[in-house]
């Protein structure tokens, strides 16, 4: 919601700078506005929303992934060798690992669900298979770095 918000809010501004013309029969001042309007309350609503649903995972009790992008990029490696070690590491169950693989070998082998070469949707299946990709792997090495630093806190056993 907050991605969309943002797109409304800069399609407000450019109808605002550079529209001079009457979209639809209203003035362009006037669509800029109202989609000013509405980008700004999708904001707010997507923030709120994020908000809450944070606090219904703490209240579960569910584990938080931590750290930004370059950490969680910088654990990956970490992530993979404790998932193949010996104790292993249980957050990440070996059919994620499998769902990775096959996610990677689908986005670079020429076989697809729907061909590329059909307009704007031949593109679709690969980006939803990368977005997906992406947001399990940034998810499951926010949850690795949480684990390590719980870990980090925890007094050794005697």
Known sequence: MVFFGGLLVLLALVTLVFRDADV???????????????????????????????R???ARGEPEPVGNVFERARALPRLLRA?????????????RMA?????????????????????????????????????????AAGMYLSYERERKNVPPAR
């Open 99 to 139: 769902l990775w693989g096959f996610a990677l070998l689908y986005l670079v082998s020429p076989i697809d669900v729907l061909p590329e070469f059909l307009p704007i949707i031949g593109v679709t299946d690969d980006a939803g298979v990368a977005v997906w990709l992406l947001t399990s792997v940034s998810a």
């Open 24 to 54: 639809l029969g209203v003035a362009p001042t006037t669509v800029g506005i109202a989609l000013l309007v509405i980008g700004a309350l999708s904001i707010a609503l997507g923030f709120l929303r994020k908000a809450r649903a944070r």
């Open 56 to 58: 219904r995972r703490a």
């Open 83 to 95: 998932a193949r070690s010996k104790e292993g590491y249980a957050g990440l169950p070996k059919g």
